[in-house]
């Protein structure tokens, strides 16, 4: 016989006991030499009654010198210290069943005696493996993961494990969610709750109301919590049960609820609570509402919204709800969404309040690529927050006007006005590096932007900006030629996670732009591939980022057909965006590539008004020398014979303040060269790299093969030529004069031409070469046809000069010897 047999018998009671409780009754029974004294401790329907009955029953022989006690906890003084007499007899055995304290001191003493035979026995919780035992003891059976779904709603508790057990009944489980059961156990709960003392009674639902988030000293005093416990209706600790905590969330009259609330502002809230109290208008509710959907803010974007409209409909502020609605919107991307909610109640917020909308608002028209409004939004504030006056001086100055900047960075309130916070530092860090960035020569100013985007992404702030730190920085280290810089500072911001979710969209399409300039067309690809998974909208201006990568990319690795296909798709977005001082570079993609299908007229105004900014702001050199050379790119490839050397003038006149224009007004002149004698190779060859180094590799390369074209030999264009592949692989002899790639019928080789290519090059007849490959010796003749087409060759001798650049020499008669 088991042992677990031993203590129940054959009773058919479901008798739920854990497995410690029976070892240590066991072991007490047997042991005849000592007296029998234990103490079973459990809270309200823990079986401590029926253990008390069974071991009475099991020891017989020691019953006269035994004393059982039930509902210990209720004895009087005098019953107390009787007991405690009893005990003074060495032979005297008691058994004392009663509830967990708080005991008065008496009977906190007597149990201390009692201990000193053996640890008490703790009831009131098992688990699936003692229910499995008292089913089996029982003959009954219930379905294992339907144990393991009772085990979790009462958190162990044994009156509340039998009463699921009893409403979930026997045989095949209807309801795997246990809805029915927990709902019958639920009114059971609810009568008890209202029998109760009123302060307990409250201290549980308190407590349970808010779960194991709150702190107990919050939640209620220790007294009304250890009694939470006794009444099996809460946990020790004044933790939660789950199936009490649905009961009062259910059951609690919605005054009361509000009430809690209102005394106990952290208690969660779940849907079905803010369902039911949402019908309810009133100010207290509101309130709590939106305390919640301020906390739930930094977890639950979804949830924070769902209880600010909870708030709103129990009587909130709608001001104040729809700027945080608002702020809720802008970090998760929705910018348009973020702009209309304050647009609707910019105009009523005061204070802070009004504070945040003018930053929504001022920050939205920037990323719709209105500048110019976003300024106004700001000038029409007159806060005396440093930081929203940062936003302001930013925004004015990619409109060019710097006053503002230069009028707060000279107003004694940018060092005394407020605790240097980072976010604070960060922002007159890099206002200084902006203005710095007008001087001429500019001294220190890259170096403020590096640490304004650095000190901005440690401060951890992702609300609304009119353009990033790290974006300026990386702008400005492209003006320097430093691409490997600007690259860097942008992935050290995607890394980092400045702004957190609505600029990572804005950081990955400057991240791609920047790879197309760098020559890694693979890292541009999949920075797009990343911001098209998105769920997030783009603003106007980064749908403007995006086509610019976009024709960066074609231009240099695409068709002519597919430039021209992509060119018609994204040339209107242009028109949808104000230009300023921060779309400079992608603008400058639209600019030349304009040239190459004669719609300059569509750009023309950008041009005018990027030229009307940089006036603005004095014509910084740092900031002016991009657009001129966008300018003579277009001059160039548009053959205009007025504008070129005007913009060649231009860059040599900026190249006494800038070692960017130096460099490339010394290209300019090698690009206008007639003829390259072999004594002009190595300039030429130093020219382009120096372009290459500036972030132009590109044009470097064009610029090298554009004057192997004009070599005076077959050596010197041949040279040049290797060069130019050496800065970039896709620039060939097809490239002509006037800067356009080789694109369309004069695009670079399909593979199998390459093939074909090399084994001309190797000397090999049709015959040959279709042998070689296996083709007929005229298909060999067709491919050699249309190679010569697309790479406009006069005659046999151009063609294999021209082959002889574009083909490596590992490609040349690699099949046919």
């Known amino acids: 016989m088991t042992r677990a047999a031993h203590l129940i018998g054959t009773s058919p009671s479901l008798l739920l006991w854990p497995q410690l409780a029976f070892t240590h009754v066991e072991e007490a029974i047997q042991d005849e030499n000592v007296p029998l004294r234990l103490v079973l401790v459990g809270p309200a329907g823990s079986e401590k009654s029926p253990l008390l009955a069974e071991i009475a029953r099991r020891a017989p022989a020691i019953q006269q010198q035994t004393t059982f006690v039930d509902d210990g906890h209720l004895l009087s003084d005098a019953e107390i210290r009787a007991l405690d007499a009893h005990l003074d007899d060495p032979t005297a055995g008691l058994v004392l069943a009663c509830r967990p304290g708080p005991w008065n001191p008496l009977l906190a003493g007597l149990i201390r005696r009692i201990e000193q035979s053996r640890p008490p026995l703790a009831l009131g919780q098992v688990d699936a493996d003692d229910i499995a035992r008292a089913l089996q003891r029982a003959g009954r059976s219930i379905d294992p993961g339907c144990v393991a779904g009772i085990v979790e709603i009462?958190?162990?508790?044994?009156?509340?494990?039998?009463?699921?057990?009893?409403?979930?009944?026997?045989?095949?489980?209807?309801?795997?969610?246990?809805?029915?059961?927990?709902?019958?156990?639920?009114?059971?709960?609810?009568?008890?709750?209202?029998?109760?003392?009123?302060?307990?009674?409250?201290?549980?639902?308190?407590?349970?109301?808010?779960?194991?988030?709150?702190?107990?000293?919050?939640?209620?005093?220790?007294?009304?919590?250890?009694?939470?416990?006794?009444?099996?209706?809460?946990?020790?600790?004044?933790?939660?049960?789950?199936?009490?905590?649905?009961?009062?969330?259910?059951?609690?009259?919605?005054?009361?609820?509000?009430?809690?609330?209102?005394?106990?502002?952290?208690?969660?809230?779940?849907?079905?609570?803010?369902?039911?109290?949402?019908?309810?208008?009133?100010?207290?509710?509101?309130?709590?509402?939106?305390?919640?959907?301020?906390?739930?803010?930094?977890?639950?974007?979804?949830?924070?919204?769902?209880?600010?409209?909870?708030?709103?409909?129990?009587?909130?502020?709608?001001?104040?709800?729809?700027?945080?609605?608002?702020?809720?919107?802008?970090?998760?991307?929705?910018?348009?969404?973020?702009?209309?909610?304050?647009?609707?109640?910019?105009?009523?917020?005061?204070?802070?309040?009004?504070?945040?909308?003018?930053?929504?608002?001022?920050?939205?028209?920037?990323?719709?690529?209105?500048?110019?409004?976003?300024?106004?939004?700001?000038?029409?504030?007159?806060?005396?927050?440093?930081?929203?006056?940062?936003?302001?001086?930013?925004?004015?100055?990619?409109?060019g006007d710097a006053t503002s900047l230069r009028d707060l960075l000279r107003s004694p309130d940018i060092d005394t006005g407020g605790l240097p916070t980072t976010v604070r530092v960060a922002h007159t860090t890099m206002l200084r590096g902006l203005a710095s960035s007008l001087a001429s020569p500019v001294r220190g100013a890259f170096d403020d932007l590096i640490r304004a985007s650095e000190?901005?992404?440690?401060?951890?702030?992702?609300?609304?900006?009119?353009?990033?730190?790290?974006?300026?920085?990386?702008?400005?280290?492209?003006?320097?030629?430093?691409?490997?810089?600007?690259?860097?500072?942008?992935?050290?911001?995607?890394?980092?996670?400045?702004?957190?979710?609505?600029?990572?969209?804005?950081?990955?399409?400057?991240?791609?732009?920047?790879?197309?300039?760098?020559?890694?067309?693979?890292?541009?690809?999949?920075?797009?591939?990343?911001?098209?998974?998105?769920?997030?909208?783009?603003?106007?201006?980064?749908?403007?980022?995006?086509?610019?990568?976009?024709?960066?990319?074609?231009?240099?690795?695409?068709?002519?057909?597919?430039?021209?296909?992509?060119?018609?798709?994204?040339?209107?977005?242009?028109?949808?965006?104000?230009?300023?001082?921060?779309?400079?570079?992608?603008l400058r993609d639209f600019i030349e590539t304009s040239a190459l299908f004669d719609d300059a007229e569509r750009v023309d105004p950008a041009i005018d008004a990027l030229r009307g900014i940089l006036h603005g702001l004095g014509d910084p050199p740092l900031w002016r020398v991009p657009l001129l050379w966008s300018k003579y790119q277009r001059a160039l490839t548009s053959g205009d014979a007025h504008a070129l050397p005007h913009a060649s003038r231009a860059l040599t006149g900026a190249a006494r303040d800038s070692r960017v224009a130096a460099v490339m007004a010394a290209a300019t002149a090698e690009w206008s060269r007639a003829r390259v004698d072999d004594s002009d190779i190595d300039r030429v060859e130093r020219a382009a790299a120096r372009l290459g180094s500036l972030g132009y590799s590109w044009e470097g390369a064009r610029l090298a093969v554009a004057l192997s074209e004009r070599a005076r030999d077959r050596r010197a264009s041949s040279r040049l030529a290797a060069f130019a592949r050496q800065l970039h692989p896709n620039v060939t002899p097809a490239t002509v004069a006037d800067g356009t790639s080789p694109l369309g019928e004069g695009g670079v080789l399909s593979a199998r031409e390459r093939e074909v290519a090399g084994l001309v090059l190797s000397g090999m007849t049709y015959a040959e070469i279709g042998e070689a490959i296996f083709i007929s010796p005229r298909t060999a003749e067709h491919h050699i046809a249309r190679i010569r087409r697309r790479l406009g060759a006069t005659s046999r001798t151009d063609l294999i000069a021209k082959l002889q650049a574009i083909v490596g020499p590992d490609e040349t008669g690699t099949l046919g010897h």
Not at 528 to 535: E, G, K, N, R
Request: contains cysteine; glycine residues 6%.
């Open 455 to 586: 000190m901005y992404g440690d401060s951890g702030e992702a609300g609304p900006i009119p353009e990033l730190p790290a974006v300026i920085a990386a702008i400005t280290a492209l003006n320097l030629g430093e691409i490997d810089t600007a690259a860097n500072v942008v992935s050290d911001a995607l890394m980092e996670e400045h702004s957190g979710p609505w600029a990572r969209s804005r950081l990955l399409l400057w991240s791609a732009w920047i790879a197309v300039h760098r020559q890694n067309p693979e890292e541009a690809a999949a920075r797009l591939a990343d911001v098209d998974a998105s769920p997030l909208p783009l603003s106007g201006r980064e749908v403007l980022i995006r086509d610019a990568v976009m024709l960066a990319h074609v231009r240099r690795y695409g068709t002519h057909e597919e430039l021209q296909a992509v060119w018609e798709r994204v040339r209107d977005d242009l028109r949808h965006v104000e230009p300023d001082l921060y779309l400079l570079h992608p």
């Open 154 to 399: 009462t958190a162990s508790v044994t009156w509340l494990v039998k009463e699921v057990i009893a409403a979930h009944g026997e045989g095949f489980c209807r309801d795997p969610s246990h809805e029915r059961a927990i709902r019958a156990v639920g009114e059971v709960i609810a009568l008890r709750l209202d029998t109760l003392d009123p302060n307990t009674s409250a201290a549980i639902r308190r407590a349970s109301l808010a779960g194991d988030d709150l702190p107990a000293s919050v939640a209620a005093g220790a007294d009304d919590l250890a009694t939470g416990h006794a009444e099996g209706l809460m946990l020790r600790g004044g933790h939660t049960i789950p199936i009490v905590a649905h009961t009062v969330r259910r059951t609690t009259p919605v005054l009361e609820m509000i009430d809690l609330l209102d005394s106990t502002p952290r208690v969660p809230l779940d849907a079905e609570v803010v369902s039911a109290l949402g019908r309810h208008h009133d100010p207290r509710l509101a309130r709590a509402l939106q305390t919640h959907a301020d906390e739930a803010v930094s977890y639950d974007n979804e949830r924070a919204m769902e209880l600010y409209d909870a708030a709103l409909a129990a009587g909130g502020d709608p001001t104040t709800i729809a700027i945080r609605k608002a702020r809720l919107a802008w970090a998760r991307g929705d910018i348009d969404e973020a702009a209309s909610l304050v647009d609707a109640v910019a105009a009523d917020a005061q204070g802070d309040e009004r504070d945040e909308a003018v930053r929504i608002l001022g920050s939205a028209w920037s990323a719709r690529g209105f500048l110019r409004a976003s300024s106004a939004a700001y000038r029409a504030h007159h806060g005396e927050d440093i930081v929203l006056r940062a936003h302001a001086a930013i925004a004015a100055f990619g409109t």
